[in-house]
């Protein structure tokens, strides 16, 4: 079973800097995407920040300049670098790892972490 590991978030002040962390366990073999999502109260999941196994990056509209997604392949832990953090950036932060194919399973699944709470203000 593949588990994934937030770790990082807290109380952040407005224009202050956080990184998230996420690591995959199991038995992994690959992961083609590790992407970033957010909830914010009474809203719904949006993808922030994603990565590629090829380095290609997607980032919402929102916190490009201000957020970048890094990849450890070999560790299976991407990272979320948050600059110049806004209230509006106040949300629970999930990972998850698209399309990861585990030693002896066909085919490959999706896996979410259990998310991470993100709060900024003062």
């Known amino acids: 079973q593949v588990q994934l590991v937030e770790s990082g978030g807290g109380v952040v002040q407005p224009g202050g800097s956080s990184t998230l962390s996420c690591t995959a366990s199991g038995n992994i073999v690959s992961i083609h995407r590790m992407t970033w999502y957010r909830r914010a109260p009474g809203t719904m999941r949006v993808l922030v920040a994603a990565?590629?196994?090829?380095?290609?990056?997607y980032y919402l509209d929102s916190v490009k300049g201000r957020f970048t997604i890094s990849r450890d392949i070999a560790k299976n832990t991407a990272l979320l670098q948050m600059n110049d953090l806004k209230p509006e950036d106040t949300a629970i932060y999930y990972c998850?790892?698209?399309?990861?194919?585990?030693?002896?399973?066909?085919?490959?699944?999706?896996?979410w972490g259990e998310g991470i709470q993100v709060t900024v203000s003062s």
């Open positions: 998850n790892a698209d399309k990861t194919v585990v030693r002896g399973k066909t085919g490959y699944d999706d896996y």
């Open positions: 990565i590629t196994s090829t380095g290609g990056t």
